[in-house]
């Protein structure tokens, strides 16, 4: 399984975006989709999760109300639309997936990983 994260870039606080997660290769609908971030010098967070089947959705508290997580099946990426952003949702954004049905928060819990894309909230 291969990942493939974009549409991070600079937002003013209250601003919104949209990051995509484009996975290639062997993908089954129980499988788990996982957005995390990264500020410097902290360590990598969760952010949200998914099914890939569209079922069960689960996020950090911090990004609740302000963040959404969807799958697309037919085009298997995943996204995250975040809006009213804040300074503090500055990082590197990073999208994970995990061979498995239940959803887990921490990043040791995930088998694949993409590279990351940039998110500056400036104000």
């Known amino acids: 399984v291969q990942l493939q994260a974009s549409g991070g870039g600079l937002v003013q606080v209250g601003g919104s975006l949209r990051l995509s997660c484009a996975a290639s290769?062997?993908?089954?609908?129980?499988?788990?989709m996982a957005w995390f971030r990264q500020a410097p010098g902290a360590e990598r967070n969760f952010v949200a999760a998914i099914r890939w089947s569209g079922d069960d959705e689960y996020y950090q508290d911090s990004v609740k109300g302000r963040f959404t997580i969807s799958a697309d099946n037919g085009k298997t990426t995943v996204y995250l639309q975040m809006s009213n952003l804040k300074p503090e949702d500055t990082a590197i954004y990073y999208c994970a997936t995990r061979k498995n049905w239940r959803i887990q928060r921490t990043p040791t819990s995930y088998d694949y990983w993409g590279q990351g894309t940039l998110v500056t909230v400036s104000s």
């Open positions: 290769g062997r993908i089954f609908s129980h499988y788990i």
